[in-house]
């Protein structure tokens, strides 16, 4: 059984289009993430949602937008994709609270090339 | 700002070997300090988790060392295997309360030869 699950896992699209990554976590967590992973490996956070409530926003182009149907499940949706955008997304979850210290659980991430 | 530094960047070591990674850490002040291991095309997975007040931590052949005096906290790998052949990235947490934004390092990649 897969704990976070992301789908694609490849991603190959031209610039300008818009696409979409899905996310679902099967560990009962309150807590999941979006990070990027660029080219030099640096895991950057994105996003942050607790119980579909948005917590954590950081700079991230407004073409980036997270959306949480429920809590476990957080997809990102890329408008207008540029070459920069070409990166690994990894989504992860943690449980609630200060058991939040203790661990997440990543993806095992998507690779999104923009031509 | 809080920062976590990790070196080398990479390293290169004959399979049997031992090795010690090192990560240096300006967050204060501190909940947690996590080592991860990510396979390449992998998420990254958990190999301790450490809390200020805890010094070693093992986890079959890996063993992380934290100085909290210091901001210092080592990831020593013993009898390295090639499944050893990996970045390795140090993680630390804030004790901010609320939500907390951990920061990560930006790696070691790990390559074991035969």
């Known amino acids: 059984d897969t704990a976070v699950s992301q789908t694609p896992k490849y991603l190959v699209t031209q610039m300008g289009n818009d696409k979409s990554i899905k996310c679902e976590q099967n560990?009962?967590?309150?807590?999941m993430y979006w990070y990027k992973q660029d080219s030099k490996k640096f895991l950057k956070i994105m996003f942050s949602?607790?119980?579909?409530?948005?917590?954590i926003n950081e700079t991230v182009p407004n073409r980036f937008s997270p959306k949480s149907p429920d809590k476990a499940h957080l997809n990102l949706h890329i408008n207008s994709l540029e070459l920069g955008d070409s990166a690994v997304y990894f989504c992860?979850?943690?449980?609630?609270?200060?058991?939040?210290?203790?661990?997440?659980?990543f993806g095992s991430g998507t690779r999104l090339t923009v031509v | 700002k809080n920062q976590v530094e990790q070196s080398p960047q990479s390293l290169i070591i004959l399979e049997g070997k031992n090795c010690t990674l090192q990560?240096?850490?300006?967050?204060?002040?501190?909940?947690?300090l996590r080592w991860y291991k990510q396979d390449t095309g992998r998420g990254p997975v958990s190999l301790t988790i450490?809390?200020?007040?805890?010094n070693t931590k093992s986890n079959g052949r890996y063993t992380a060392t934290l100085d909290a005096d210091t901001k210092q906290s080592s990831l020593h790998i013993t009898a390295s295997q090639l499944s050893d052949s990996a970045s390795y990235i140090c993680?630390?947490?804030?004790?901010?309360?609320?939500?907390?934004?951990?920061?990560f390092g930006t790696g070691t990649k790990l390559q074991v030869i035969p």
């Open positions: 990560c240096n850490y300006t967050v204060s002040p501190f909940s947690n």
């Open positions: 450490m809390t200020f007040s805890e």
């Open positions: 949602y607790n119980n579909k409530e948005l917590i």
């Open positions: 993680v630390v947490s804030p004790n901010s309360g609320g939500y907390q934004k951990v920061t």
């Open positions: 992860a979850s943690s449980p609630p609270g200060q058991r939040a210290n203790y661990g997440y659980t």
């Open positions: 560990l009962g967590h309150d807590t």
